[in-house]
């Protein structure tokens, strides 16, 4: 007997998450860099030793947020590309933009 092998099929559309993601990030990324160096420039009075924990808790997680969006984005990128995995990565993509995104009310609550 001859047994065919069959292969999963391509996804012709596998780039289309990644580069939409990737064009979010960019737009992100001006706004989140806006409000990150504005909100640096408002804490600067405090000095590094004397900022509250509600002043220094989101400067901190501002850029690994964003970096985390960045790294699920790229993820999303090096997917087989599978049909079988296009769920996946288009999930992936989209809570890389949501975290990237979440940097912006992350810093608007800063206060002293």
Same mark, same amino acid.
């Given at each position: ?26 737009? =992100?990324?001006? *706004? ?32 690994? =947020? ?16 599978? =049909? ?21 009310? *992350?810093?608007? *609550?800063?206060?002293?």
């Amino acid at each position: 007997m001859n047994t065919l092998s069959v292969r999963p099929q391509r996804d012709p559309w596998w780039w289309l998450p990644p580069l939409l993601g990737a064009a979010a990030l960019g737009s =992100l990324f001006l *706004v989140d860099f806006f409000f990150y160096s504005f909100s640096v420039m408002y804490t600067d009075s405090c000095g590094p030793d004397h900022c509250p924990a509600s002043v220094t808790v989101p400067l901190s997680a501002a850029p690994v =947020l964003y970096g985390a969006g960045i790294l699920l984005v790229l993820l999303s990128a090096l997917l087989p590309w599978r =049909l079988t995995v296009r769920p996946t990565r288009i999930a992936l993509a989209a809570t890389g933009v949501a975290s990237a995104a979440a940097v912006v009310p *992350v810093l608007l *609550v800063i206060h002293r």
